[in-house]
C-alpha cells in the first residue's frame, strides 16, 4: 500500500512558525484565565456515542467521526446496519464533554466551578477557507451560580484576555433569551416557532428592520404581527430597561442585563464597548438566559460567544446545575493576528553553533561543554552540523529567530 | 437514549489538580527542548489508514481506532466488508504521523530538522492499572543529521529535562544495532532469527546470562553457538571498543558509543549515568544504529527509550533521510511525581472574594473593582458566591491553593 504524504482532508500539519504563535496565543490565555480562577480541566478527545447523539449538539450531530467497534463488540450482525458499527466518536465541541464530565466528577469539585476548557474538536465539515475538520475550541464555563456573578467574570476574563492579545475597540453585545421571547409572545407569535423568528430576527443588521418585516410576513405570519413586533425593534430608547418596560413588566432579565453592563463598564475603562443589543440571538437554542457575542471592527464575524445554559448540565447530572459560558474563536484569533502580521515576542537569545563534519573527541567536548554553560544561562543554543550551502542554511535560522552563528573549528583539520 | 456519565474505557478526565501536574510538566519539556532549539510542531490527530498500516507502527497497527467514512463513500456495497469502512484512525505514536510530515513539509523546514512533539495517541489495548487508550507522547527527532551530533543533543536535552524535574540517580544505557547484529552473525545465528535472538537476550537483565543460553537452546539453536554467543556478553570488559574488539575489527559503531558517553559524561557533572550497554535491544525493529533507554533506581521500567531510524523516514519522503529520535514516558513521569507526592510549586498569591448573595450594583462594582486591581498585580481573585456551607466551600478552596479569603459585604444588608 502507498503512503499518502498530505495530511487527512481539511485538517493541518502546524509548521515550527505556525506553533510559535499558537503557543504564545495559549500561553497568554492560559495565564489570564488562571488570573480569574478558572481550572483548566481536559476530557477524552473520544466520547460515547449516546452523549454525542443526545440532541444537546444541534446540526454538529451530523457531523460526527464515527470511531468503529473493535474486536468481538464488530460481529457479523453488525455489519448489516452502519449506525450499529460505532460505539464512539470525536467530540465536535466541549460543551457535551464537560456536562458529562461534571456529571461524573462533581463532588470532586469546587462549587460553583469554574472550568476552562482549551483542546481540538473534530468535525466532518465541507472544507473551505477558515473552516477546519479539526480545529481548537477554547471555552470557559461557570456551573453551579446562579447569579450575574458569572456573567460579570465571564464577560470580564474574556475581554482582559482579548485586550492582553493586542485586540482593541471590540463590543460585547448582551441580550436575554428570556427578552426575546417576551416581546415574541407579546406580539402572538405561537411558541413552537420562536426559534424560527428569532433566526430571521438575527439579521437585522444584514438586511434591515424592513427586510425582517417582509421575510416574516413571507413566512406566512400575520401582517399586523409582524408590524408590531418589528415596531419595538425599531423603537429608540436609552437602556435596557426603558426598551423592556414597553412590553413587559417583569424587568428581571433588564435589570440583569443594566447591571453585567453598568459592572464591565466600570472595569473596562474604556478598553472596549459593552451595550444591549435586542437583535442579538445566538443560535444553540439551548440557551436559557443571558446571552453574549464579541465582534471586532471591521471584521463580519464574531470572535467570541456565549450565555446561560440552565437546564443542559442536569440532562446529565440529573439535579438541577445552573450553567453559564464563553467561549472565543481560538483558530479566528490565530488568522486575525497572522493577518495583521503579530510578530511573537521573543526575550531569549538564540544562538547557532555550526559543527564540522569529523570533530574529535576533543573538539566535540568544547563545543557541547559551551553549548550547556550558555543554555543554564537561559540562552538557547542549536548545535547542528554546518551544511554545504552554509548560506542557505543561515537564512532558515534566521527566520526561526536565530541571530548569533558560530563555528565550530572551520579550517582547523 | 440514556447519558453516560463515565468517561469511555480506557480514557481519562483530568480533575484541575491532575491539569495542574500536567501542566507544570509539560511547561518544563517545553523550556528545556526549546533551549536546545527543538521546534514543538504538531499533526493531526487523525492519520490516513495507509499510513497506519504501513509495516511501520509493528504491532500498534493490531490497536489502531478506526474512523468510518462519512456520507457517499459509506455506501451499501462497502458494508460486506468491514475493513473496507474505515479510511482514517487515530494515530498510535508520534513517529509514523512525523515520517509523513517530513515528506510533506520538507522544503519549508530546516535541514537537518530538530523536531519535537507533545500529543495524545490512542491505542486500542486492554486496559490496565498504568495503561491508558489515550495518552500523551513526548518526542525529540533530528531528521537529516547522520553525525553524532544528533545522539549527544538527543541524550544531554532529554537528560537535562528529566533533571529539571528533579530526577536523580538515573542511568542512560546505550546500545548499536549493529553491534548486536555483528555478534549474533559471528555466531552464526541467522540473519532472519536476530530479531527472535534479540529479544531472548533482552531478558538477561531478568534471568541472568544462563538462562538467555538456556531459553535460546530450547529454541533449537545449536549448544555451542548458544554457548559462544553468551561468551562474547559474559566476558569482561572496560570499555565498548574493548569488548567489540573480541568479535569485529570494524570499529566504527563503537567508537561512535564512546564518544557519545565521553561528551554525555563530561556535560553531566555526575548527575546522572550514562553506560554502554551490550544487552540493550529495544524492541522495534526499525532501528539501525545507536540505541538508547534511561532507568530510574528502583523502578522496573525504562523512562524513556529511542534510537537511530535512518531507513524510516525516507519510505515516506522518497529519499533517504538520516533520523535519530527519543521519547520520554510522558505518563510513567506523571505517575512517578504524583507517587513521589510532587507539589507544583505555585509563585501567585490566591485570594478569594466570596460575595453575599443580591449585591448592590455598587457593592458589584466595588467588589470587582478590587478584584481587577489585584488581577492587574499579577494575583489570582476567584469572585464566587459565598455558599451556605462556607467551611466546607474554604476547605475545597485551599485544596487547590488559596490562601486569602475576603467577604464581600457580609452582614450589610
Partial sequence: MGYIKTPVKGMNDFLPEDMRLREY??????????????????TPAVEH?????SKQGGDNEKLIFKIMKRGEKLSKEDITDSSALADSGLRYDLTVPLSRYYASNMEKLTAPFKAFQLGNVWRADRPQKGRFRQFTQCDIDILGDSSIL??????????????????EKFKVRINDRRILKAIAEKCGFPAEDYDKVFIILDKMDKIGAEGVE???????????????????????WDNCNEFCSSFTDDLSASTNIEMIISCVKQLNKGDFDIVFDPTLVRGMSY?????????LEGYGFSIAGGGRYDDMIGKFAGIKVPACGFSIGF???????KDKGFKVPTEDEKIVFLAENGLSKEQLEEMFSEATSLRNEG????VTPRNKNVKFQKDKLIAEGYTIFKDFFKNTK
Same sequence: chains 1, 2.
Fill in 287 to 295: 440557551y436559557t438566559g443571558t446571552i453574549f457575542e464579541i465582534e
Fill in 379 to 382: 540562552k538557547t543554543v542549536m
Fill in 150 to 167: 458569572a456573567e460579570i467574570e465571564l464577560v470580564s476574563a474574556t475581554s482582559a484576555m482579548l485586550t492582553k492579545l493586542g485586540f
Fill in 25 to 42: 496565543v495559549t500561553g497568554q490565555i492560559k495565564q489570564t484565565y488562571a488570573k480569574y480562577g478558572f481550572s483548566l480541566i481536559e
Fill in 49 to 53: 456515542i449516546e452523549n454525542l447523539t
Fill in 331 to 337: 483558530e479566528r484569533i490565530i488568522t486575525i493576528l
Fill in 214 to 236: 417582509k421575510e416574516l410576513i413571507s413566512c406566512g405570519y400575520p401582517e399586523d404581527v409582524c408590524k408590531k413586533y418589528m415596531s419595538y425593534y425599531t423603537a429608540s
